[in-house]
C-alpha cells in the first residue's frame, strides 16, 4: 500500500512538471495522434472478433477477448500519447512518462474491468 | 536498419489495407447460423397457469451484406448457410429488416394466442378470446409501392369492412386495377391509392385487437431482440397445453414454423441451422412443417424430425408420439 502511494505521489510530481512543460495545442496534437495510432493498429483486431460473434458457443471467450483488448487499448494509447507529446516538446523525454502510463492505464482498466465484468453477469443471466 | 524497416513498414501497409478492405467491404451475400434455444413461457406467459419449460423456439443468427473476409470464415463451416441475398433482403435497410422482424414476432404472438385459446376452448369452456380484425400489417412491398411503409396497416380495401382476413387477402391478391386502401400509420387515418402491377411482391400478417382473454397473458418476448414468425407453432402450444393444465411434458421438445390464421404450420428460414442448434444442446425431439421436411430428411440421424402440417397434427404428434 506504502510503495502504491508512493507511486502515486511521485505520479503527481511528473503531471505537475508536465503541465509546465507543455502547452494545450500540442497536448491535443498527441491526444488526437495516439488515438488514431491505437485505432490503426487494434481496428483490424476488433473486426476480426465482432464477426467472429455468430459463432454462438464462443460469445463468452470473445467477450473476455473484447475486455482485454480494451485494456491492451488503453495502455497503448497512454503510450503512444506521450511519446507523441515528447515529440513535440523534446523536454518532457527526461521525465519518468512511465509511470504516468502504469498509474493512469491502471486506474482506466480497473474501471474498464469492473464494467466488463458487470456486462459478462447480465449477458450470462440472458442466456 | 532503417532500410530493413522501410522494407518491412512497406509489406506491413500493403498487408494492412488488404486486411482492412477485407474487414470493411461489405459483399452482396447474408450468412445464416446456429443459434441457442430460448424457453417459450418466457415469452409469453398465462397467468395463474403451470406452464411447461420443457417447450423450446430455435432461432437463428443473420446478418446480411457479410464482408469478404466473414464470407471466407463462414463458409468454413458446414453448419452456416451462405448465400447471395434475396431480392427482399436487397430492397431493405437493416432498420427496416429489424422492424420486420418486430412486425413478424407481434404478429406470431396475436395468431398464436387466439389459435390457442380457441382450441382450449373446445376443451374448457371458461377459456375464452374476444378479438377482432384490425386489418393487415404490411411486411414487404416492393420499392415501386414506397408510398406504403413497412408497419403500415391497411384497415379497409374499397370500402368494403372485411371482418376476415382470409377474405380481405384474396380481396387484396385478386383486386385488378386502382386499390383505394385506408391506412393507419402510427395511429393516425390516411388515404393511399395504388395500381397493382404484375411485379408487385406484397407481404401481410393479420392484426388483430385483442380485447379481452380469460385467463389473462403477459408477453414478456416483446422486449426482446429476437424477432421473426417462426416460433409461432411453439408459443401456440405452449399457451394451449398451459391452458388445458397439461401438465405430462418432461423431456425437451423443440420446434420451428409460423402459425398461419387457419392453424396451418407455415414455412421458415434456415431450418438446418435451427436443427444443429437444437443438436448441440443434446435435444431429442424436432417438430417442423412438413413442407421442409425433404430439405431436411438427411439430418434426421441427429434429432428425430416430426414434420407436421397444423396445430392439431403438432398436438397429437407431441401428445400420443413424443411422450408415449
Known amino acids: ?127 | 536498419m532503417n532500410s530493413k524497416f522501410k522494407t518491412i513498414f512497406h509489406t506491413a501497409i500493403f498487408a494492412y489495407v488488404y486486411l482492412m478492405i477485407a474487414l470493411t467491404i461489405p459483399t452482396n451475400f447474408s450468412v445464416t447460423a446456429p443459434n441457442q434455444s430460448s424457453t417459450v413461457n418466457t415469452f409469453i406467459h398465462i397467468d395463474g397457469k403451470n406452464q411447461t419449460s420443457h417447450l423450446k423456439s430455435m432461432s437463428v443468427l443473420t446478418m446480411t451484406r457479410i464482408t469478404g473476409f466473414g464470407r471466407m470464415l463462414y463458409e468454413l463451416s458446414s453448419e452456416f448457410d451462405v448465400k447471395p441475398l434475396t431480392y427482399v433482403e436487397s430492397t431493405l435497410s437493416q432498420k427496416e429488416m429489424n422492424l420486420r422482424g418486430q412486425i413478424q414476432k407481434n404478429a406470431s404472438f396475436e395468431q398464436s394466442l387466439i389459435t390457442a385459446y380457441e382450441l382450449a376452448h373446445l376443451t374448457d369452456l371458461s377459456v375464452h378470446i374476444n378479438y377482432k380484425l384490425t386489418g393487415m400489417i404490411i411486411d414487404y412491398r416492393t420499392p415501386d409501392y414506397s408510398m406504403l411503409k413497412i408497419g403500415d396497416i391497411i384497415v379497409d380495401i374499397n370500402n368494403q369492412n372485411f371482418t376476415d382476413y382470409e377474405s380481405m387477402g384474396q380481396y387484396f391478391i385478386d383486386y385488378d386495377g386502382i386499390l383505394n386502401l385506408k391506412v393507419l400509420r402510427e395511429d393516425k387515418t390516411m388515404e393511399v391509392s395504388i395500381e397493382k402491377n404484375d411485379q408487385a411482391i406484397f407481404r401481410f400478417y393479420p392484426k388483430y385487437e385483442i380485447i379481452s382473454a380469460s385467463p389473462s397473458y403477459s408477453l414478456p418476448g416483446q422486449n426482446t431482440s429476437l424477432g421473426g414468425p417462426s416460433a409461432g407453432m411453439m408459443y401456440t402450444l405452449s399457451i394451449y397445453f398451459a391452458l388445458i393444465d397439461y401438465d405430462l411434458i418432461d423431456v425437451d421438445i423443440a420446434g420451428t414454423g409460423t402459425i398461419r390464421y387457419n392453424g396451418e404450420i407455415g414455412r421458415i428460414g434456415g431450418l438446418p441451422q435451427k436443427i444443429y442448434g437444437a443438436h448441440k444442446e443434446g435435444i431429442k425431439h424436432f417438430l417442423i412443417p412438413s413442407s421442409h421436411y425433404n430439405e431436411v430428411k438427411q439430418l434426421s440421424h441427429l434429432i428425430k424430425l416430426y414434420p407436421v402440417d397444423t396445430i392439431e397434427d403438432a398436438i397429437e404428434v407431441v401428445m400420443y408420439e413424443i411422450l408415449t
Not at chain 1, 58 to 72: E, N, Y
Not at chain 1, 92 to 114: D, F, Q, R, Y
Open chain 1, 1 to 127: 500500500m506504502k510503495y502504491l502511494l508512493k507511486l502515486w505521489q511521485q505520479s503527481k510530481v511528473v503531471r505537475y512538471r508536465l503541465e509546465d512543460l507543455t502547452t494545450m495545442r500540442t497536448t491535443i496534437l498527441s491526444v488526437l495522434g495516439a488515438i488514431l495510432v491505437t485505432s490503426l493498429l487494434l481496428l483490424p483486431l476488433y473486426l476480426i472478433i465482432i464477426q467472429l460473434f455468430m459463432f454462438v458457443s464462443i460469445h463468452v471467450l470473445l467477450i473476455v477477448l473484447l475486455l482485454i483488448l480494451t485494456i491492451g487499448a488503453l495502455f497503448l494509447y497512454e503510450y503512444a500519447m506521450y511519446e507523441i507529446h515528447a515529440l513535440f516538446e523534446p523536454k518532457i523525454k527526461n521525465l519518468n512518462t512511465k509511470l504516468l502510463v502504469m498509474i493512469e492505464g491502471s486506474i482506466l482498466s480497473a474501471i474498464i474491468l469492473v464494467i466488463g465484468i458487470i456486462f459478462i453477469f447480465v449477458y450470462l443471466r440472458g442466456v
